[in-house]
């Protein structure tokens, strides 16, 4: 069987998983099944948030690519996982397996903004709550809560450093929440706030930071947490901002 196609098959299958937001480890095992289930040996693999190498028979074959685009889609993970189940399996060639994939990597899986916008101003306003809050800081925080995310969508597409679509779409939180809290609509200013900027708050890639370090990877992990730490100090900076003038 083809060599160089195999290897292509299992880095779309990492590439995928990797921007789709999976671990690191997860995404080496899931390429190694692949290339060992198509007749490959020696398989190694070597994934990082921005890179993935690949290497079989002893470096006959090597491939390498760079990830610049991540994001979060739980449902694509599952698509290549299920992929990768077929295969191992045997009921799927490499030709039908390559064409899944790509058909994976097109689809559009996750939800319309508008559903993403409602659901997180409905987590927003249950933070909220969930933090100590009283019913008169559902709404606020619901408000809050959904315009700073449909401003840090519409900040994401504009500006590609996502650090920066954080800080203004906390910036835009915090503004909202003080406008409330001043004209009477709500109680507690840092229930609402801090409701509000839930959605934001990249608890995904915090776990996932844990989960490698714990596998022992240790440059993945080290790198996806100083990257959550970065996000959440710019989801306080557009906050503070707000309340330092």
């Known amino acids: 069987m083809d060599r160089e196609l195999i290897a292509n098959v299992s880095m779309m299958a990492g590439k995928i998983m990797l921007e789709s937001g999976a671990e690191t480890y997860r995404v080496e095992d899931t390429m190694n099944r692949i290339a060992s289930a198509f007749g490959l040996e020696d398989v190694h693999s070597y994934a990082t948030p921005t890179g993935i190498n690949f290497s079989a028979n002893f470096a006959e074959v090597t491939k390498f690519i ?26 799927l060639t490499i030709q039908e397996a390559l064409e899944s994939l790509r058909a994976v990597a097109k689809a559009k899986m996750t939800f319309p903004y508008l559903i993403q916008i409602i659901a997180a101003a409905l987590v927003s306003g249950s933070f909220s709550f969930m933090f100590g809050g009283v019913w008169p800081d559902f709404l606020p925080a619901l408000i809050s809560g959904g315009v700073g995310y449909a401003v840090m969508l519409g900040a994401a597409k ?27 609509f709500g109680d507690n200013l840092d229930k609402v ?31 996806k947490g100083v990257e959550s730490i970065l996000t959440a100090f710019a989801i306080g900076a557009g906050v503070a901002v707000v309340f330092a003038f």
Do not use: Y
Request: aromatic share 8%; hydrophobic share 55%.
């Open 193 to 223: 706030i801090t409701g509000a900027v839930m959605p934001l708050v990249p608890g995904l890639h915090i776990t996932n930071a844990v989960r490698d370090l714990l596998a022992g990877h240790l440059v993945a992990g080290v790198s």
């Open 66 to 91: 760079r990830i610049q685009n991540r994001a979060t889609d739980l449902q694509k993970i599952d698509e290549v996982n299920r992929v990768s189940r077929d295969i191992t399996a045997g009921n």
């Open 158 to 184: 504009l500006i590609e450093v996502s650090f920066i679509a954080h800080f203004i779409a906390s910036f835009f939180i915090g503004l909202f929440a003080m406008i409330f809290l001043a004209v009477g």
